[in-house]
């Protein structure tokens, strides 16, 4: 007992902290993808946090897997080369032990990772819908920060503000620069660039909203070029485009579970498949984690480290390979994800026996020569 618990000590604390490595790297590069699609217009910053709390759930349930993969090669690769496994062998620990032992931490991932991949996860993707439908109703004025050149759209519209009332309804010192394509004439003109004095925004009765300039001038033309047309005016009106706003989620995705059961559709069949594969990951990266981390003092403990890190992404792009596959109706429903999950069992098996397999069969073969 006193062994099953020094190991699981030194194998849960490796995984939090291999895992809050990796969730800084995976949380820093996406919330750098949703600031970069704040400044440009097409979302509210004051949502950017609650965006990344509810994606969390979503980012746990394949960091776990992959922490805890990382923490076995790295916890028992220091006890290797500290030589505590050889203390521990001479005792009676043998591999099969240490993947039993290893199993429990194991089991309490793989339940955090099933509630993460059948509860949690699909809640966060559908309150980051909820806030995608709010942002819909909203225009790029919306978004607007006063004081700031701000390219919005496709980066064809460039707008600056200096004031901005608190309500975001009220503008002064307005200037609008787009290149305008929508037709022949504009795209002649090539540039439409809007001066105001002031601006304010109008919702007409369809929902459309417009931001209505005061007091102001309008230059068309192409840059480079001294033919432009300037036009003065009190009012001109402006149609405010809604900014379209991509995440990369699927409806399916933010379905819960429970609706997925029992659905006949392929594609949701398959959704449930993955919910229920990543716990099943677990358990099978723990069975070839143990063998992997078993190195020579004199090799050093990241000698296995790539070869293992890249049969773990061997094991997941097989798996998305395969999830992809079954919602094209190329793997049977039967079959499913399954089979993947076979084929590292497998391998992990022959690893986990094939060191005493070899062993036993050195001995054999030694005692048939002195016998012989």
Partial sequence: ????????????????????????????????????????GLLDPGVLLLIMAFRLPGFLQLILPLGLFLGILLAYGRLYLDS?????????????????????????VAALVGWLSLGLAPQGIAQVDRILNQQDSLTEFDTLMPGRFQTLRDGSRVTYTRELSADGRELSGVFIS??????????????????????????????????????????DGKPGQADYRKIQYDTYGV???????????????????????GQDDVRLRSE????????????????????????????????????AILLYMSYLALLIAARGALDKGRIPM?????????????????????????????????VEVIGG
Avoid at 194 to 210: F, I, K, T
Avoid at 287 to 307: D, H, I, S, T
Avoid at 341 to 366: C, N, Q, S, Y
Wanted: aromatic letters at 8%; a positive charge.
């Fill in 239 to 261: 149609l405010l485009p809604r900014p379209e706003v991509s995440l990369e989620l699927s409806e399916r995705e933010a379905m819960p579970t429970r609706e997925l059961l």
């Fill in 84 to 108: 505590e496994m050889t203390v521990l062998s001479a005792t009676g620990m043998s591999q099969r032990r240490l993947v039993l032992y290893s199993m429990a931490p194991a089991a309490l």
């Fill in 178 to 219: 787009e290149t305008t394509t929508a037709t022949r004439a504009a795209k002649d003109r090539g540039v439409s660039v809007l001066v105001a004095e002031r601006g304010r925004q109008e919702v007409q009765d369809d929902g459309s909203r417009y931001l209505i300039l005061e007091n102001g001038y309008r230059y």
């Fill in 334 to 366: 039967a079959l499913g994800l399954w089979w993947v999950h076979g084929v590292f069992l497998g391998i992990g098996l022959l690893m986990l026996f094939w060191e005493p397999l070899r062993l036993r069969f050195k001995k054999r073969r030694a």
């Fill in 272 to 307: 449930l498949q993955w919910r229920l594969s990543l716990p099943v990951l677990v358990f099978i990266v723990t069975l070839l984690a143990v063998p992997l981390a078993r190195v020579n003092p004199r090799q050093g403990r990241f000698l296995k480290l790539l070869p």
């Fill in 1 to 40: 007992m006193i062994v099953f618990r020094y190991l699981s000590r030194e194998l849960l604390i490796t995984l939090s902290a291999v895992s809050a490595v990796l969730l800084v790297i995976i949380m820093s590069g996406r919330f750098i993808k949703y600031l970069a699609q704040a400044a440009q």
